[in-house]
Nanobody, 123 residues
Framework: QVQLVESGGGLVQPGGSLRLSCAAS????????MGWYRQAPGKQRELVAA???????NYADSVKGRFTISRDIAKNTVYLQMNNLKPEDTAVYYC?????????????????WGQGTQVTVSS
Protein backbone atom coordinates (compact mmCIF):
# COMPACT_ATOMS: atom_id res chain seq x y z
CA GLN A 1 0.00 0.00 0.00
CA VAL A 2 1.20 3.48 -0.84
CA GLN A 3 1.65 6.02 1.92
CA LEU A 4 1.38 9.66 0.87
CA VAL A 5 2.58 12.82 2.58
CA GLU A 6 1.58 16.23 1.26
CA SER A 7 3.59 19.36 1.99
CA GLY A 8 4.26 22.87 0.74
CA GLY A 9 1.10 24.68 1.70
CA GLY A 10 0.98 28.03 3.40
CA LEU A 11 -0.37 31.55 3.40
CA VAL A 12 0.18 33.53 0.21
CA GLN A 13 -1.13 36.79 -1.19
CA PRO A 14 -3.33 36.84 -4.28
CA GLY A 15 -1.17 36.55 -7.37
CA GLY A 16 1.47 34.59 -5.50
CA SER A 17 2.80 31.09 -6.06
CA LEU A 18 3.27 27.89 -4.11
CA ARG A 19 4.60 24.46 -4.99
CA LEU A 20 3.02 21.49 -3.30
CA SER A 21 4.77 18.15 -3.01
CA CYS A 22 3.38 14.67 -2.46
CA ALA A 23 5.93 12.08 -1.45
CA ALA A 24 5.07 8.42 -1.66
CA SER A 25 6.50 5.39 0.02
CA UNK A 26 5.61 1.75 -0.30
CA UNK A 27 5.43 1.49 -4.05
CA UNK A 28 6.78 3.11 -7.19
CA UNK A 29 4.86 5.98 -8.71
CA UNK A 30 5.42 4.45 -12.11
CA UNK A 31 2.63 1.98 -11.31
CA UNK A 32 0.02 4.63 -10.61
CA UNK A 33 -1.97 7.50 -11.93
CA MET A 34 -1.84 10.46 -9.54
CA GLY A 35 -4.09 13.31 -8.69
CA TRP A 36 -4.23 16.50 -6.68
CA TYR A 37 -7.51 17.39 -5.03
CA ARG A 38 -8.77 20.17 -2.81
CA GLN A 39 -11.54 20.73 -0.34
CA ALA A 40 -12.64 24.18 0.70
CA PRO A 41 -14.73 24.72 3.85
CA GLY A 42 -18.30 23.66 3.29
CA LYS A 43 -17.58 22.23 -0.15
CA GLN A 44 -16.99 18.79 -1.57
CA ARG A 45 -13.52 17.62 -2.43
CA GLU A 46 -12.75 18.23 -6.07
CA LEU A 47 -10.13 17.14 -8.57
CA VAL A 48 -7.57 19.82 -9.35
CA ALA A 49 -5.16 17.98 -11.62
CA ALA A 50 -4.39 14.41 -12.62
CA UNK A 51 -1.56 12.67 -14.40
CA UNK A 52 -1.86 9.18 -15.82
CA UNK A 53 0.77 6.46 -15.76
CA UNK A 54 1.55 7.38 -19.35
CA UNK A 55 1.87 11.07 -18.55
CA UNK A 56 -1.48 12.37 -19.84
CA UNK A 57 -2.64 15.36 -17.82
CA ASN A 58 -6.04 16.79 -16.94
CA TYR A 59 -6.84 20.01 -15.11
CA ALA A 60 -9.97 21.43 -13.59
CA ASP A 61 -11.17 24.35 -15.68
CA SER A 62 -10.72 26.69 -12.73
CA VAL A 63 -6.96 26.12 -12.59
CA LYS A 64 -6.04 25.71 -16.26
CA GLY A 65 -3.19 28.00 -17.22
CA ARG A 66 -2.27 28.63 -13.58
CA PHE A 67 -1.46 25.22 -12.09
CA THR A 68 0.96 22.58 -13.35
CA ILE A 69 1.15 18.98 -12.20
CA SER A 70 4.41 17.10 -12.61
CA ARG A 71 6.11 14.05 -11.19
CA ASP A 72 9.59 12.81 -10.46
CA ILE A 73 9.37 9.05 -10.57
CA ALA A 74 12.92 8.62 -9.31
CA LYS A 75 11.98 10.60 -6.19
CA ASN A 76 8.50 9.08 -5.98
CA THR A 77 7.11 12.58 -5.72
CA VAL A 78 4.35 14.45 -7.53
CA TYR A 79 4.23 18.23 -7.54
CA LEU A 80 1.61 20.90 -8.04
CA GLN A 81 3.00 24.25 -9.07
CA MET A 82 0.38 26.90 -8.39
CA ASN A 83 0.80 30.35 -9.90
CA ASN A 84 -1.41 33.44 -9.88
CA LEU A 85 -3.23 32.15 -6.85
CA LYS A 86 -6.69 33.49 -6.09
CA PRO A 87 -8.66 33.61 -2.84
CA GLU A 88 -10.96 30.94 -4.23
CA ASP A 89 -7.99 28.55 -4.35
CA THR A 90 -8.03 28.49 -0.56
CA ALA A 91 -8.52 24.89 0.53
CA VAL A 92 -6.86 21.84 1.97
CA TYR A 93 -4.99 20.13 -0.84
CA TYR A 94 -4.60 16.36 -1.01
CA CYS A 95 -2.92 13.92 -3.33
CA UNK A 96 -3.88 10.37 -4.06
CA UNK A 97 -2.94 7.56 -6.39
CA UNK A 98 -4.53 4.57 -8.04
CA UNK A 99 -3.66 2.07 -10.72
CA UNK A 100 -6.71 3.31 -12.61
CA UNK A 101 -6.62 6.73 -14.27
CA UNK A 102 -10.41 6.67 -14.27
CA UNK A 103 -10.48 6.34 -10.50
CA UNK A 104 -8.03 9.21 -10.11
CA UNK A 105 -10.04 11.48 -12.43
CA UNK A 106 -13.23 10.52 -10.60
CA UNK A 107 -11.74 11.31 -7.22
CA UNK A 108 -12.02 7.78 -5.92
CA UNK A 109 -12.90 5.57 -4.33
CA UNK A 110 -9.57 5.44 -2.56
CA UNK A 111 -8.60 3.36 0.41
CA UNK A 112 -7.64 6.39 2.44
CA TRP A 113 -6.66 10.04 2.32
CA GLY A 114 -3.68 11.79 3.82
CA GLN A 115 -3.87 14.82 6.08
CA GLY A 116 -3.43 17.22 3.22
CA THR A 117 -1.75 20.60 3.24
CA GLN A 118 -3.53 23.90 3.84
CA VAL A 119 -3.33 26.61 1.20
CA THR A 120 -4.66 30.02 2.15
CA VAL A 121 -4.74 32.86 -0.36
CA SER A 122 -5.43 36.14 1.32
CA SER A 123 -4.18 39.68 1.47
Amino acid sequence: QVQLVESGGGLVQPGGSLRLSCAASGSSFSNYAMGWYRQAPGKQRELVAAISKGGSINYADSVKGRFTISRDIAKNTVYLQMNNLKPEDTAVYYCNVDSSSRTVRAGGPFGSWGQGTQVTVSS
